[in-house]
Every structure is written in C-alpha cells, then in structure tokens.
C-alpha cells in the first residue's frame, strides 16, 4: 500500500477515535463509507488501532461485521446506548477471546504516544525508527512490482563548527529550517526521515539515481541559497549539505547494503569538497582510471562542436571539465582522439555526475560510456590496460 493512502487511513481512523461513537448507525455508516474509499485494506488498520491486534484483510472484514452485530445485541440488551470501544473490548474478550489483558488508551495519549514513537521532535520529520521500517517496506514493494527505489543520505557540512560558533539552540533552529526545506521540495509520496543528528534521509519510491540526483540538487541549491544565521563563518562560507546516493537492485540488494553504499558516496562527496552530490559507484572502476595528463594527443568533442578538457578516463566512463553545466541524465555523442588511432572513436554517454568547480565558469563532468562499438571498445581497453600495466 502507498505510504500517502496509509497515512489517511490513520488519519481517518484517529477522528473516529476522537469521536464518541454511541450512535451506532452513524459510525457504521462512516466505517463503511471508508471501506469503500480505501478498500478491505481499511479493516486491519482499523483493528490494529483500536484492539492492537494484526489480521489478514479477510479476517479483519469478518470480525468487524461481527462486531457490528454484537454491537446491536448489547444495545438491546441493556437497553441503552453503548460506546463501540466497549462492544468492541467486550468481543474481543468474552466472545472471540483474542485479547487476554485488555488496555483501555485516552485518545491523546494514543496520538502522543504513537507521535513520539514515529516522529523526530526536533524537526517533526519521521525518526530513524520509522525510517527502518519504510525502507524494508519500500524494498518489499519495489522488488515485488520490479520499481526502482533511490535512497538519499545528506549531511550537513562543518554542523560542529557552526554548533560552537553559534550555540546548540541556534543549531537546533537550522535544523529545523532545514528539514522544512526538504520536506518542501520532495514528492508527496517520498519518505524524509531524520537519521541522527544533522544526518537526513529520503526514500525515493519510483526513482532511479538520476532522478534522486536531480531531486538531492533541487534541495541542496535550496539550502545553499537560503539564508542562516552567521552561516558565513562557516569553512565554506555558507550553510551547505553534502549527499550521498544509492539505488535499490543497482548498487544493492538490501536495505543493510543499500544505506552503506549511499553512506560510501556521502563520504566520497565529504573528500571532494563538501557541498555536492556524489551517485554511488563501484571502488573497484575507479581503481581502473587513469589521469588524462599522462597520456599524449588525447582530445574529446561533442557532436555539437564542443571542446571538452580531460581530467581522467577508464574503460566505462571520462571524467572532463566545461564551462556550461550539462544537465544530469543528458546522452552526449562524443568523439575520442587515442594516440596511434588514425580514427576517433565515437561512442554515447550519459551524464552521471555534475559538479562546479569555478564559480560560474567551469564544471567537472563525469559521464558512463552507454554505447561504443566493440573493436573502439578494445582499442580502449588497450590504452587503460597499458597504463594501468606500467604503474604496477
């Protein structure tokens, strides 16, 4: 089930709650009429809220029409109005017996209760409880309909220094200015959680790593525009973040495997600078490259006509520097001069990863090659090889 759809449940279910519910046509009515707005998954919720019991859609349905009816007998055996949580307790206790020792919860310590134990009070986002327990849910569902899911880790920058500069108190009110920023720009139907401390967390449903790259820019372009307080004595001058990425049956295939690779790419972002995004990616590629510097007559342009900088190139992928942003998921159609190679090699890529490194005036961009032919592709792994070769 959609985590919104579960969301109203509960909040439907809560204002039943509050409701003296002694008129008993009425409150079926409303029951019934959210049953039919939200399907048999509404019967288990309703169930689990009121007696803490879990039960199949199909056993739920069945024992709220007995509730129902047993209901009614009580009303015309005492002859008097009786609340539904009193029919209710006395079913579940004297008929069907599932409840042994029956707890009776005030409304507002239910919610309070249950607010506290889903929710961060600091930032009033979900806490890393709830995190847990979304991401093994979204894993479930993501596998069982073959869906992507992208997982997010962010931290903010220097949050130490900016602490001991200005006081917990004011630390605390930016964090609380952060979460707002975060849970402003993501989806409605995205999870955002804090981890610990100033970490965060997203769980992206639906969303490949490029799309949870384009989404972690909009809010880190966010933060970094918005203003806080003494944020220019921070080491880079303002209030940032940093994030790490990850995907579901891409980079991993558990929720365990899935938070440390995004943790991985979070500290590769952390090394790089601070400030920006990293996309996982697999140690042992990067091990592959080989700086650009070392290698004679190399030379990369666009289909278009643009003149791009090396800095590194392995069998899979170039790193190069531009002085425009090419945005993230753009396919480029790139011709490669090798030394030796009276023909350039032309092959498409996709862009992976973008990041400023002069104000305004030039961009580091990481590509993954996508299409190559197979004999340009050799001739590549030729020229890695026989680099990689001499410095061992």
């Not at 900016?162 to 849970?183: E, M, P, Q, V």
């Not at 997203?202 to 966010?222: D, F």
């Not at 973008?354 to 580091?364: A, G, L, R």
Request: hydrophobic share 35%.
């Amino acid at each position: 089930m959609a985590k919104n759809q579960e969301m109203q449940i509960q909040s439907e279910i809560n204002k039943l709650l509050i409701w003296e519910a002694k008129e008993r046509d009425g409150f079926v009515d409303k029951v019934d009429s959210l049953a039919k707005r939200f399907g048999d998954d509404f019967y288990p919720h309703l169930l689990y809220t009121m007696a803490h019991l879990e039960l199949e859609k199909r056993a739920a349905k069945k024992h709220w029409q007995e509730i129902v009816r047993h209901w009614e007998r009580m009303r015309c055996d005492v002859r008097r109005d009786i609340n539904f949580r009193v029919a209710l307790l006395d079913y579940f206790v004297d008929i069907y017996r599932k409840i042994k020792n029956p707890k009776i919860i005030e409304i507002k310590i239910f919610q309070k209760t249950q607010q506290e134990t889903l929710v961060d009070e600091l930032t009033q986002l979900y806490n890393y409880r709830y995190l847990i327990k979304a991401l093994d849910r979204e894993i479930s569902r993501a596998n069982r309909y073959n869906a992507p899911l992208t997982y997010v880790f962010m931290d903010v920058d220097d949050f130490k220094c900016y602490n001991d500069t200005n006081g917990h108190f004011t630390g605390n009110k930016a964090l609380r200015s952060l979460a707002k920023i975060i849970k402003k720009t993501v989806r409605e139907v995205d999870i955002v959680a804090r981890y610990g401390g100033e970490e965060f967390a997203l769980i992206l449903p639906e969303t490949n790593k490029e799309g949870g790259a384009v989404i972690s820019e909009r809010i880190r372009k966010k933060i970094e525009r918005s203003k806080f307080v003494n944020e220019a004595k921070q080491p880079l001058k303002k209030f940032s973040i940093s994030v790490g990425i990850a995907s579901l049956n891409v980079d991993a295939s558990t929720r365990v495997e899935l938070i440390k690779k995004a943790d991985q790419a979070l500290y590769r972002a952390k090394s790089r600078g601070k400030n920006q995004i990293c996309l996982y990616e697999d140690e042992r590629r990067d091990s592959q490259r080989i700086d650009a510097s070392l290698v004679k007559n190399l030379s990369l342009v666009s289909s278009s006509g643009d003149n791009f900088s090396f800095k590194n190139i392995s069998k899979n992928g170039l790193l190069f520097t531009f002085n425009k942003v090419i945005p993230m998921g753009s396919i480029l159609q790139l011709f490669l001069s090798l030394p030796n190679r009276k023909t350039k090699i032309s092959c498409k890529v996709k862009v992976k990863r973008v990041e400023e490194i002069q104000k305004n005036k030039e961009y580091e961009i990481g590509v993954r090659i996508i299409q190559i032919r197979e004999t340009e592709k050799k001739a590549l792994g030729r020229l890695i090889d026989s680099f990689t070769n001499t410095k061992k």
